[in-house]
């Protein structure tokens, strides 16, 4: 059997640097994947040694994107160490920001990093715009929606303008696509709908990055949550700016009931064949038993649950997204998670290391030990020995995959009313089994689906902030004593980011950083074999892939931005034949 090896480095679209390499059989199915992040993130060694409320600020730099996630996270491990519990207004206002991140998040995730891979931009010039008009009106009307995008006239608009760009030799960000792939399977109608949206989102995305700067002073990087609740006093009691934080709400959300959802359905639906099993029968897929499509992977799905819903401290309340695991796509049974059970292995990552490791007693001491430089001057990962920078996660001894799609299926196998009736409201308006969410097609509708809930339940949010705020409840902050609380404690603060499941831990010693670690979604997601050899989320995701064209990967890309990969950001030069550029000693114990 003849084998090729694919090497897809970087992988753009995404945040920060990633490397897949795949081997084909001489059907072009994939039959062996590994993933590899080619840049180190030590912001776990620069805390060593800070004032623990400090953290926050220094741990949100580990991401270019969810940088509030992180700082938030960072924040709630400290706030646990010390046993603060915040007042309510601080709970709500950190679940309007993050939740205002959620959905920024997801439509740019979809629309200008992963759309792409079902939309051929080229496509969409020889659409017939009346006929796009109607197609847009039939797949709004799946959503029960009018179309955000409405006459043919505005579609034709659009499409003059993207065909003036591409006389001129100016596609610009769309010019290095794989346009004409034969595994691009919408009509050119269906194409120029997903160019209108993809244009229409680059004007909705940034108000909803305003929403988050209206509680969180800015964006990225916002600057109001501190130890113990939140400093965004004056904006908490100005009903002009809970006013404004409703109406972009308002305004994004009907892009995403009348956009968003209905091309989900349009993708979902003309994909529909990568997204189940042939070999599966119908009863299989209707019950869900994790036979999986294209992408399908681990099919072990965990969520650390998130969104506190009433004001009961961490790990007690009620939360929007519960936590929990699921086993091998079984959505009958559902496990408690036990932070106890959480370790990271780094067999096949560039550090020091023998054996798992509980975040607690985690290290990262950098080990880089190359790549292989083979006879035809390309370079390649020493599969058999380390070959990435990210850490492999363990739950209970096994690799899980977490995500939006992970947190949708926790939450039927929940039994969670508000999850159930989004996800299976979705399935049914689409008439599609819940076998396809066990798919790169499923991954990325389950995102979706998570766009309106969260836009839905964020409506109630800030109404019952309003509401707090008008009884005469103003509090915003929990006092404590510094010096008694950090004497010598731990905490975590384990939660969701939009991306999965984001943990940080932190040890305190006499008032000072003893041990920090963040155990990240990516890190869960894009890990390399573990030591006993198994694979992560992305690399088994591409396992009996079919690649239509080796020079043109669409359906690795398509796969791997379906999780949407976010590496932390880290300045990094690579030479594209593994030509050594410089060695450089970094000073971890660096004292900004």
């Not at 309510?88 to 979809?110: P, T």
């Not at 004001?311 to 699921?326: C, E, N, Q, R, W």
């Not at 008439?431 to 995102?447: E, I, M, W």
């Not at 030591?531 to 796969?559: F, H, N």
Request: with cysteine.
């Amino acid at each position: 059997m003849s084998k090729k090896h694919i090497v897809v480095d970087p992988i753009t679209r995404i945040e920060g640097h990633l490397r897949i390499e795949a081997v084909i059989d001489e059907n072009n199915r994939i039959v062996d994947a590994y993933s590899a992040s080619t840049m180190f993130r030590g912001i776990e060694t620069i805390l060593q040694g800070r004032d623990p409320r400090d953290c926050g600020l220094l741990a949100m730099r580990i991401c270019g994107v969810c940088t509030g996630t992180h700082y938030q996270r960072s924040i709630e491990a400290v706030e646990d160490a010390f046993d603060i519990t915040i007042p309510k207004n601080a709970r709500i206002v950190r679940n309007l920001i993050q939740g205002a991140l959620y959905i920024h998040d997801h439509l740019v995730h979809f629309y200008h990093l992963h759309a792409l891979d079902f939309v051929d931009v080229v496509s969409a010039l020889s659409a017939d715009p009346a006929k796009a008009a109607e197609e847009a009106r039939k797949w709004a009307s799946v959503a029960g929606e009018a179309p955000y995008t409405d006459g043919q006239g505005e579609f034709k608009e659009i499409q003059d303008r993207v065909t003036k760009f591409v006389k001129q030799g100016r596609l610009g960000i769309f010019g290095n696509g794989y346009w004409g792939n034969k595994h691009y399977k919408l009509t050119p109608e269906q194409n120029l709908i997903g160019v209108a949206h993809y244009l229409k989102a680059l004007d909705i995305q940034r108000d909803l990055a305003k929403m988050q700067a209206i509680f969180g002073g800015k964006n990225p990087h916002p600057q109001s949550i501190v130890v113990g609740g939140v400093t965004c006093v004056q904006d908490i009691q100005n009903p002009a700016r809970i006013a404004l934080f409703k109406q972009l709400l308002k305004d994004g959300t009907k892009f995403i009931k009348q956009a968003y959802l209905p091309d989900v359905y349009m993708a979902g639906t003309m994909y529909a064949d990568e997204a189940t099993d042939s070999k599966a029968t119908f009863t299989e897929l209707i019950e869900g038993k994790g036979v999986g499509g294209t992408g399908g992977g681990l099919l072990n799905y965990m969520s650390y649950g998130d969104f506190r819903l009433d004001d009961t401290g961490f790990y007690k309340a009620k939360t929007l997204f519960p936590s929990g695991i699921v086993y091998g796509g079984d959505l009958s049974k559902v496990e408690d998670v036990d932070p106890e059970k959480i370790a990271e292995d780094v067999t096949h990552s560039w550090y020091e290391g023998s054996e798992p490791l509980h975040p607690y007693d985690g290290q990262t001491i950098p080990d880089y030990t190359g790549l292989d430089k083979r006879e035809d001057g390309i370079a390649y990962l020493k599969t058999d020995e380390k070959y990435s920078w990210i850490k492999s996660p363990i739950y209970n001894d096994t690799r899980v995959e977490v995500g939006p799609l992970a947190r949708m299926i926790v939450g039927v196998a929940r039994k969670d009313e508000r999850i159930t009736k989004y996800v299976m409201n979705f399935l049914k308006r689409g008439n599609l089994p819940v076998g396809v969410l066990f798919s790169t097609v499923g991954r990325t509708a389950g995102r979706a689906i998570e766009t309106e809930l969260m836009a839905d339940a964020m409506v109630e949010w800030v109404d019952e902030l309003a509401a707090n705020v008008l009884s005469g409840d103003l509090s915003t902050w929990t006092e404590f004593d510094f010096e008694s609380v950090s004497v010598e404690t731990k905490g975590m603060g384990l939660a969701e980011a939009p991306r999965g499941s984001l943990g940080h831990w932190v040890r305190v010693e006499n008032g000072k950083v003893a041990n920090y670690q963040a155990v990240v979604p990516s890190t869960w997601n894009a890990s390399p074999r573990d030591y006993k050899g198994r694979m992560g989320a992305y690399e088994a995701s591409l396992i009996g892939t079919i690649v239509a064209d080796p020079e043109q990967p669409l359906e690795i890309i398509r796969t791997i931005h379906s999780f949407d990969p976010c590496i932390a950001c880290a300045v990094h030069v690579v030479d594209t034949k593994g030509k050594e550029l410089g060695v450089y000693k970094i000073d971890t114990q660096c004292s900004i």
